[in-house]
């Protein structure tokens, strides 16, 4: 059964041993963050977090961690919480097939129980907000997903969009939102104020657990995300419209803010601590009007802390970042055999693939570059062997020991799109880009003196098998 609000993942993680109630009280800052760095070096079975005794806070409840380990991303697939991360993507590419399942609508959302509108609304009331790095600019919420609409095209559903934003609280109703050129909601934005419009938005918070990988998944433009969940969940998602904006939202999310990103305003936003590790600084970023505020009673706050890998958003950016790669690459190359782009969201991209012919590692390297994903992200592409396993790091340190020479076998195209949240673009947005071809050359490309490689015995197969079962007793 998938889950329909955060409330029945939370009772499912704690039924399974995820979820770690912390019922000692503990300070706002910096205690809440810090545990929620610490969670995942617990290992891939690292539990959620909750809290509910936090100082100076009447009331709240804070779950941080939800997606945090390979066990709690698992549970959130309904697979079983055992399951490593190359079962895990390969089940997710199997439910990719399914896309699109439509959403279905559903009355009297949890969410409209409680409302506040105009200048009675003050944010502070509802969320209890922690900072994350010590760094950091003011209080972010950083896991809630924003619905938005094409203006130019209101009733697309194709176009419109669900995707999870830095948002800064700047105010008792004003925000700020980081619209990264490369995701789809820039473009939502610059048609509205092309039409010299602004951009009626809903900032979910506290949703189901596939809400918030569809909506970190890097999708086509007019890919809808609604759809993606309904194939990863097996039955369709279940959404509500908005009050105020009349816009489609998650039906069982804890709380739901509606408002505008206002036309061509900036101010400036930030620092805060990045998915990259390292800080962005003060940019001219949107700012948002907040028009109303609807929510659960004792709504559950959903935060997420990120900085030095692992931490949750690795997690959650990792299947989901490898599925559409591998889906692109393979209509045009149907030699690739597998796509790991879990570390930093994809900044690294490691494909192994079968050799059609000689330099084909290099080509299948490129198109990396320029898929949707590749475009912005994928700053290092390394290509192995089919007999490589991109998840498997000793393989390809192997490949890269052996199978690369760099006279010939590093290419670098220069000046590429990147985001500008990528630290090592001197100038933001612009970087040289890699290709690492580390497979075995094939005619007519002679590189090395590889004679014959090693390959594993015949009977290792049954052999692993029959260990295992030995290990098992
Ligand atoms: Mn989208």
Redesign the pocket.
Known sequence: MPYDDLRSFLQTLEKEGQLLRIADEVMPEPDIAAAANAAPRLGAAAPALYFDNVKGFTNARIAMNVHGSWANHALALGMDKNSGPKDQVDEFIRRWANFPVKPVYRDNPPWAQNTVEGDEINIFDVLPLIRLNDGDGGFYIDKAAVVSKDPDDPTSTDKQ???IYRIQVKGRRKLALQPVPMH?IAQHLRKAEERGEDLPIAITLGNDPVISIVASTP?E?D?N?YELAGALRGEPAPIARSPKNNLPVPWGSEIVIEGVIEGRKREIEGPFGEFTGHYSGGRNMTVIRIDKISYRTDPVFEHLYLGMPWTEIDYLMAANTCVPLYTQLKKDFPEVQAVNATYTHGLVVIVSTKKRYGGFAKAVGMRVLTTPHGLGYAATVIVVDEEVDPFNLPQVMWALSTKMNPAGDLVVVPKLPVLGLAPQATTPGIVDKLIIDATTPVAPDTRGNYGNQVLDLPEMGEWLTKLQSLAAR
């Open positions: 969009n669900v995707g789809d999708m433009y890919q995300e």
